[in-house]
């Protein structure tokens, strides 16, 4: 891009990770740079009692908030009035209607073992900045197995933090969406250091 005669180096901006002011090669002539993220999205797989309470912390602290669950009768404005975005429609094909980038994260939390495979099944096929799924270690171990045996490679299982949230002793609904949502800053923290350098 001209500027004054020279060319404005855009390699060295796009590195730019933090708001600061860069002088440019012509004299006199500084820009303030400043990169845009793109905002973080927790995409809720399921809308059962968890999820009620999951959506509003999580949005309390910052992310975007999208529900998705095949049944009107629980993904609605009514139990989720803070979401950003309700999707009701079979929960594997929402991945067509969604954008999963490095800033999407991915809490599985549907009604049962046939729900959860299949999600993450196609969360796997994408690179969010993090994929969670509830259930006990047992639970977890059957889905991993059955999917090994589908062919899905054991590294990509290691991407995925299960059971999700970190371990407070969580028992209520109210109680494992404060653990979801306490990992879900754990990860974004870790990863903006990592991006910082």
């Known amino acids: 891009m001209p500027c004054g005669g020279d060319d404005v180096d855009l390699r060295k901006l ?11 090669k012509t004299e006199g002539l500084s820009i303030f740079a400043e990169p845009i ?16 309470f999951l959506s ?10 999208v529900v998705i669950d095949d049944r009107e009768e ?28 490095p800033s999407s994260y991915i809490a599985i939390v549907t009604r049962g073992h046939i729900h959860d495979h299949a999600v993450l099944k196609e969360a796997l096929k994408h690179q969010p900045a993090y994929i969670g799924m509830i259930g006990s270690r047992r639970k977890r171990e059957m ?5 090994i045996r589908e062919g899905t490679p054991k ?9 999700i949230g970190l371990d407070i002793g969580a028992e209520t609904p109210e109680e494992i969406a ?6 879900l800053i754990q990860e974004r923290d870790r990863l903006k250091k990592a991006a910082a350098g």
């Open 155 to 163: 590294e990509d299982l290691q991407r995925v933090h299960s059971p």
């Open 143 to 147: 889905i991993y197995h059955a999917m």
């Open 56 to 65: 509003v912390l999580a949005k309390l602290v910052g992310f975007g908030v």
């Open 74 to 101: 629980f993904a609605n404005k009514q139990r989720f009035p803070d979401a950003d975005e309700i999707m009701v429609l079979p929960i594997p094909q929402s991945f067509g209607r969604i954008a999963i980038t």
């Open 178 to 183: 404060v653990s979801i949502v306490a990992e």
């Open 14 to 24: 796009i590195k730019v990770k933090a708001p600061q002011l860069k002088r440019l």
């Open 37 to 52: 993220q793109a905002a973080d999205v927790l995409y809720v797989f399921g809308a059962g009692h968890i999820s009620t």
